[in-house]
């Protein structure tokens, strides 16, 4: 079992739907990424959250730690919107909390 | 500020061939961490250097593969004797702290293909 779960491994929507992309781990962390990638494209950090909410724009991120879960929010979704969205989470561990463990990611396509 | 550059951003090399990889952080930054990601795959963690010292390469393979930081210039990743399981795609990314913070850099990624 991966230490990072995503789900849905793939999310379909309309243009102007508002999405939830969810993300659950196993492990303590010291914090919480998540990412964007575009097809081909490089890696974007949206957001790191070590706890609550934030909100840039259109994306929201949410995290419980003490459930071990955080969501990613897209409200009124765009077809530019359409990428990989992944989540990664860092180890609390002293030594080694530069590490990132990373989900497999969500394909997320919207359509016009 | 132009960001973490990767080159190149394709690479085809022939079964045996030497693959090199650079990655240039941002201005400023002295931390540099590789990660590949396997089709289909997650990311994952290869090596995290520091400016002429690698800090933790338990993510790198045992064999074939090298990481270096030099004083001057841009890490580099360098893979021996390429073989067609290392065909994917390899980012950099780099930050001013050891860890990645809310400033987390990332390049646009090599992608390797080995025929």
């Keep these: 079992k991966n230490e990072v779960e995503q789900s849905p491994q793939n999310l379909t929507a309309q243009e102007g739907e508002f999405i939830t992309i969810n993300c659950s781990y196993s492990v303590g962390i010291s914090a919480l990424h998540w990412l964007q990638q575009h097809p081909g494209g490089g890696i974007v950090s949206l957001f790191m959250l070590s706890s609550g909410k934030k909100k840039h724009g259109r994306l929201i991120a949410t995290i419980n730690i003490q459930e071990k879960h955080s969501s990613l929010h897209i409200t009124a979704s765009h077809p530019r919107d359409s990428a990989v969205y992944i989540c990664a989470v860092r180890s609390k561990s002293g030594g080694s909390n530069y590490k990132l463990t990373f989900g497999k990611g969500t394909l997320l396509t919207v359509n016009p | 500020n132009a960001g973490v550059m990767q080159n190149p ?51 790198m393979p045992k064999e074939r593969f090298s990481a270096e930081f030099p004083k001057e210039g841009p890490s580099i990743l360098r893979i021996q004797q390429v073989v067609r399981g ?18 987390a850099f990332f390049g646009q990624g090599t992608r390797l293909t080995v025929v």
Aim: charged letters at 30%; aromatic letters at 10%.
């Design chain 2, 9 to 59: 951003r394709h690479l085809v090399r022939r079964r045996g061939q030497e693959a090199r990889l650079r990655c240039s952080p941002m201005k400023g930054h002295s931390h540099v961490y590789w990660y590949r990601q396997l089709p289909e795959e997650g990311l994952k963690f290869m090596v995290y250097l520091q400016k002429e010292n690698i800090i933790d390469e338990s993510g």
């Design chain 2, 86 to 103: 290392d065909s994917a795609a390899y980012f950099c990314a780099s930050s001013p702290r050891a860890r990645l913070g809310t400033e």
